[in-house]
């Protein structure tokens, strides 16, 4: 398995890239949030890899980071979920804004991702939840911490809108406890 790849990128043709490895040119299909970050051709590259064997064929996926790896990988043991639908995800929102998708179960995000039907993205939601989500989102620009995320799907459970907890989850200071922190969004939704 190949797990990293430094070289020489060679060509850059949208989602694929040459990278040349001492003398050997790998072909790699990268998302397009990667593709956006990458130097100019013929400077030095790294890459994150992961690897697809098929019968027909030897696949090379490259990330920048290894936050984004994670999430591929993740999205490729869900079912249904091939390389290309996974690296169209990811090339349509950046892991964060894929974990705060998965965190306010927000359907209407991966939806607008070509080839995510409503369905689809349904079951992508319940399969990411809890295994990718709070603890690696940023929501409404802040870090997302445990606590945050525990007040806010306690909203959500309570009937309120993605809109009114986010709202009412910034009234909350940073350091509050949960049951605190409920009290405070609660008091908050109730002005409003």
Do not use: W
């Not at 445990?146 to 309120?160: E, K, M, P, Q, V």
């Not at 993605?162 to 922190?181: C, F, I, R, Y």
């Amino acid at each position: 398995m190949i797990g990293r790849i430094s070289g020489t990128l060679l060509e850059k043709n949208p989602p694929q890239l040459l990278v040349d490895c001492h003398g050997v040119g790998y072909e790699v299909d990268v998302s397009m949030s990667t593709f956006y970050n990458l130097p100019a051709g013929g400077e030095k590259v790294t890459l994150f890899t992961h690897m697809v064997v098929r019968e027909d064929a030897q696949l090379l996926y490259g990330f920048g980071t290894q936050e984004e790896r994670a999430a591929f990988r993740q999205l490729l043991k869900i079912s249904g979920v091939g390389a290309r639908i996974a690296l169209a995800i990811l090339s349509g929102l950046s892991v964060p804004d894929l974990a705060q998708a998965v965190t306010l179960q927000e359907t209407g995000r991966l939806t607008k991702i070509p080839g995510i039907g409503k369905k689809t993205a349904e079951r992508l939601l319940l399969e990411l939840k809890g295994k990718f989500g709070a603890d690696l989102g940023a929501v409404a620009g802040g870090t997302h911490t445990d606590t945050n995320a525990d007040i806010l799907n306690a909203l959500l459970a309570l009937g309120y809108s993605d809109k009114e907890a986010l709202q009412a989850l910034k009234q909350v200071p940073d350091g509050t406890g949960v049951s605190d922190g409920i009290k405070l969004a609660l008091k908050a939704l109730a002005k409003g």
